[in-house]
C-alpha cells in the first residue's frame, strides 16, 4: 500500500507540473501595469459608442496616451542582464534543476531579440505605431458623419513634447485617411498635455522623492513578494540570489515582448505564475497612485487642465463655433492624474505597501495602458420642439460608466462636474 501511496503521489506530481506548462495554458494574465499591450484592455468605438435616439455628435475631444514604446536606457541594462539568464536556465534544466517545462525552457532558448527593442532607445515600437494608427482609424468610422469632410478650422492636433509621442501623432492622421491634416507643434513647456513636466516643485517633491516610492519599497519586502521572488528562483534554478533589479528586468522582458497586436506572449513570460504577474502589477499600481494619481494631492491639480480645456472646447462648440475634433497625445502620467481630478477609481482605503487588494479599482493595467485613452463626445439632441446635449464619456473605447449615468451626462451634470477647474492655476510650482 505504501508503495502504491508513493507512486500515486509521483504521479500527481508529474500531472500538476505538466499542467502548470505556460506554453500549453489556455488562459493567461494579460495585465502589466503601464506596459499593458492596448489591445488586451481596449473596446471598440465603433460598436460602443452610445446611440441616443434624436441625438448626434457635433464635437469629439479625446487625450490619448503614446503607444507602446522601447524602454529607457536604464531599464534596457536591466533587460540587458536578464537576457543572458535563458542561458543558465537551458543549462539548470538539463542538469535536472529548475522547475520549468522543457518546451517553455526551449522556447526561451530559441528567443531573439528584436534589434529595434534596444537600439531605439525611449522610442515609439512598430506595434506602438499599429496601436494609435488603430485609435484613428476607428474614431474616423464611428463619426464618420462628423468627421468625413474636415476643414482645417474644423480640427485640432497636438502632442505633448517628446519624439515617441509626436510620432504617435502621424500614426493617427495615417489610421485616420488624411496625412494631409495639419498637426501643430509640440510645446517644450509641455502645457495642458503634460504641465507637470515645467513644474519644479512637481519634480522636486514628488516624482524625485523618495517618500513617493515608500509603499512600493515596502511591498517589495512583503512576504507575498518575497515568495514571487522565491517561486522564480526555484523555476529557474538560479543558484545565486536574484535582486530585484534582476526581477525588473525578467518582468520587463516579458511584457515588453509580448504583443498584442498578435495576441502573443513572451517565453519570458513562462518564468512567471499568475500570482508572480498579479504582485509585480500591483508594484506598477502603487508607484502609479503615489506618483500620478491619490498618493499625493498635487497630482489631481495637473489633472483639472485638460479637463478645463474640454470644458471650454465643448461650450464653443455648443455655440455653433467649435472643433469637430480636438486629440491631445501625453504621457500614462497625465492619463492618472485626469481620471483623479475625476474622482474615478478611487478605493475607500488608499492602496498601500502592506496588503494587496484584488479587488481594487485603481488599476494602472487599466488607467495607464499603451494607447490608453478618455474620449468624450458633445452630442446634439432634439425631439422636434426643443434642444438639448448631453455628453458620453469612453474609456479605451468602452462607456466610462462610473461616471454620470452609465457613461451619459446631462449637459448641467457636465458642467457642473467641470466648472471648478476653469481656473485651475499651477502658480505653486
Not at 512600493?216 to 518575497?226: A, H, M, Q, R, V
Not at 462648440?317 to 501625453?330: C, M
Amino acid at each position: 500500500m505504501k508503495i502504491i501511496a508513493i507512486l500515486s503521489t509521483v504521479f500527481t506530481i508529474i500531472k500538476l507540473s505538466i499542467s502548470n506548462c505556460y506554453w500549453s495554458e489556455n488562459c493567461h494574465y494579460k495585465y502589466f501595469s503601464s506596459k499593458t499591450p492596448y489591445e488586451f484592455v481596449r473596446g471598440d468605438i465603433r460598436d460602443s459608442f452610445v446611440k441616443i435616439k434624436g441625438c448626434y455628435a457635433i464635437s469629439v475631444w479625446s487625450l490619448v496616451r503614446h503607444g507602446k514604446r522601447n524602454p529607457g536606457i536604464d531599464y534596457v541594462q536591466n533587460m540587458l542582464d536578464a537576457t543572458t539568464m535563458k542561458y543558465t536556465i537551458k543549462f539548470n534544466h538539463e542538469n535536472g534543476k529548475g522547475s520549468m517545462c522543457a518546451q517553455d525552457v526551449e522556447n526561451l532558448y530559441n528567443w531573439e531579440a528584436d534589434p529595434k527593442l534596444f537600439q531605439n532607445v525611449h522610442q515609439i515600437a512598430d506595434e506602438g505605431y499599429q496601436e494609435i494608427f488603430g485609435i484613428g482609424y476607428r474614431i474616423r468610422k464611428a463619426f464618420k458623419d462628423l468627421l468625413k469632410s474636415l476643414d482645417d478650422k474644423d480640427y485640432k492636433l497636438r502632442s505633448a513634447y517628446g519624439a515617441w509621442i509626436e510620432n504617435g501623432v502621424k500614426a493617427f492622421v495615417e489610421g485616420f485617411g488624411n496625412t494631409s491634416m495639419i498637426i501643430e507643434k509640440s510645446n517644450a513647456d509641455y502645457d495642458i498635455m503634460a504641465p507637470y513636466e515645467a513644474c519644479s516643485f512637481y519634480v522636486k517633491e514628488v516624482k524625485n522623492n523618495m517618500k513617493t516610492y515608500l509603499e512600493e519599497n515596502k511591498y517589495k519586502n512583503t512576504s507575498e513578494y518575497l515568495a514571487v521572488k522565491k517561486r522564480i528562483q526555484q523555476r529557474t534554478g538560479m543558484d545565486f540570489t536574484l535582486t530585484n533589479k534582476n526581477i525588473t528586468g525578467l518582468y520587463d522582458l516579458c511584457r515588453y515582448t509580448s504583443s498584442g497586436l498578435n495576441n502573443t506572449l513572451s517565453p519570458w513570460c513562462a518564468i512567471f505564475t499568475k500570482e508572480d504577474i498579479q504582485a509585480l502589477e500591483y508594484v506598477g499600481d502603487l508607484r502609479h497612485f503615489f506618483r500620478n494619481s491619490y498618493g499625493n494631492p498635487i497630482n489631481e491639480i495637473f489633472g483639472r487642465i485638460p479637463l478645463a480645456d474640454l470644458l471650454e472646447r465643448f461650450k464653443t462648440a455648443k455655440n455653433g463655433k467649435g472643433k469637430k475634433l480636438t486629440v491631445y497625445f501625453t504621457h500614462a502620467t497625465m492619463m492618472d492624474m485626469v481620471y483623479s481630478a475625476l474622482g474615478l477609481f478611487k478605493d475607500e482605503i488608499p492602496l498601500n505597501g502592506t496588503f494587496r487588494n484584488p479587488e481594487r479599482k485603481w488599476r494602472s493595467s487599466k488607467t495607464a495602458t499603451f494607447a490608453a485613452n478618455l474620449m468624450v463626445t458633445l452630442n446634439r439632441c432634439s425631439n422636434g420642439e426643443s434642444t438639448g446635449y448631453n455628453v458620453v464619456f469612453y474609456m479605451n473605447e468602452e462607456p466610462l460608466k462610473s461616471i454620470c449615468n452609465e457613461g451619459v451626462c446631462s449637459w448641467e451634470d457636465f458642467e457642473m462636474k467641470l466648472k471648478p477647474f476653469i481656473n485651475t492655476t499651477t502658480a505653486f510650482c
